[in-house]
């Protein structure tokens, strides 16, 4: 068989290949630089907006909502942002685009290792929603102990709502394959809220009054934690966040309505 030969004009590419490689390269360096420069101002702006926020909250941070999806967890967060905390929802980076940068990805792996619990989720002043109801990963259900070890003065929030809105929210919010976020709540085994009930329905309804009631106690026993109770979808509820985090309610702050 004839040996296989290459033109020699296929040569002439080698030299412009090693111009790209060197220019992808530099390109790579200076986007590398410059997010350094990027993540270092954030740090910096971030230093700044936390110890404001601490000096302008009444009750020390974090700030832990408590309750499930759907129960005003997006209200809290807008309402908090609104008055310049630094919150998470869902999500626990900045830029996030995956669901790697979810914060739940992160708190498993906190918790399989025995570390803090919000430990590399971007120190955030508040945490409005970072359970998963796919994976039925629920630390403020069963993590507690963990939190109060290692966030001692942690503020928690009771969000309440009315539990009959709260479940038809669940049954209306589709989730993968359109499995309802209530069917996929029912099916979760949580063995610490001791419930037995046999129904979808049922069963949320005591998922909702257990933990509301698993969470005073909880203060109650762990007094070195604030406790905030707000009933989302009352009338009074900014007044309530107002009168807890600054000391008076949004009717008497301008602008904060």
Same mark, same amino acid.
């Not at 009444?58 to 209200?75: D, E, K, Q, Y």
């Given at each position: 068989?004839?040996?296989?030969?290459?033109?020699?004009? +296929?040569?002439?590419? +080698?030299?412009?290949?090693?111009?790209?490689?060197?220019?992808?390269?530099?390109?790579?360096?200076?986007?590398?630089?410059?997010?350094?420069?990027?993540?270092? !101002?954030?740090?910096?702006?971030?230093?700044?907006?936390?110890?404001? !926020?601490? !000096?302008?909250?009444?009750?020390?941070?974090?700030?832990?909502? %408590?309750?499930?999806?759907?129960?005003?967890?997006?209200?809290?967060?807008?309402?908090?942002?609104?008055? =310049?905390?630094?919150?998470?929802?869902?999500?626990?980076?900045?830029? +996030?685009?995956?669901?790697?940068?979810?914060?739940?990805?992160?708190?498993?792996?906190?918790?399989?290792?025995?570390?803090?619990?919000?430990?590399? %989720?971007?120190?955030?002043?508040v945490y409005s929603q970072y359970e998963s109801v796919d994976?039925?990963?629920?630390?403020?259900?069963?993590?507690?102990?963990?939190?109060?070890?290692?966030?001692?003065?942690?503020?928690?929030?009771?969000?309440?709502?009315?539990?009959?809105?709260? $479940?038809?929210?669940?049954?209306?919010? =589709? $989730?993968?394959?359109?499995?309802?976020?209530?069917?996929?709540?029912?099916?979760?085994?949580? %063995? !610490?809220?001791?419930?037995?009930? =046999?129904?979808?329905?049922?069963?949320?309804?005591?998922?909702?009054?257990?933990?509301?009631?698993?969470?005073?106690?909880?203060?109650?026993?762990?007094? %070195?934690? +604030?406790?905030?109770?707000?009933?989302?979808?009352?009338?009074?509820?900014?007044?309530?966040?107002?009168?807890?985090?600054?000391?008076?309610?949004?009717?008497?702050?301008?602008? =904060?309505?």
């Amino acid at each position: 068989k004839p040996k296989m030969t290459f033109p020699m004009r +296929a040569l002439s590419f +080698a030299p412009s290949a090693v111009r790209h490689v060197k220019q992808r390269k530099r390109r790579k360096n200076a986007i590398a630089s410059s997010n350094q420069a990027i993540a270092k !101002s954030r740090r910096n702006n971030y230093t700044a907006w936390y110890e404001e !926020s601490q !000096s302008r909250s009444l009750l020390p941070l974090p700030i832990i909502v %408590t309750m499930f999806p759907t129960a005003g967890t997006m209200s809290i967060a807008n309402y908090l942002r609104c008055n =310049k905390f630094w919150v998470s929802h869902e999500w626990c980076q900045k830029d +996030a685009k995956s669901d790697q940068d979810k914060c739940h990805k992160f708190m498993r792996n906190n918790t399989q290792h025995d570390r803090p619990l919000f430990e590399n %989720t971007g120190s955030f002043q508040v945490y409005s929603q970072y359970e998963s109801v796919d994976y039925c990963y629920f630390p403020q259900i069963t993590h507690l102990d963990a939190i109060h070890r290692d966030y001692p003065h942690a503020t928690f929030m009771l969000n309440l709502r009315d539990v009959d809105d709260w $479940m038809n929210s669940t049954f209306r919010w =589709k $989730m993968f394959r359109d499995m309802e976020m209530g069917t996929r709540l029912a099916n979760c085994n949580y %063995t !610490s809220l001791n419930f037995f009930e =046999k129904y979808p329905h049922d069963k949320l309804r005591v998922l909702f009054l257990n933990q509301a009631e698993n969470i005073r106690d909880f203060v109650r026993d762990h007094p %070195t934690h +604030a406790l905030v109770k707000v009933v989302i979808d009352g009338d009074d509820a900014g007044d309530i966040l107002g009168r807890s985090f600054f000391g008076a309610p949004d009717s008497e702050r301008p602008g =904060k309505q």
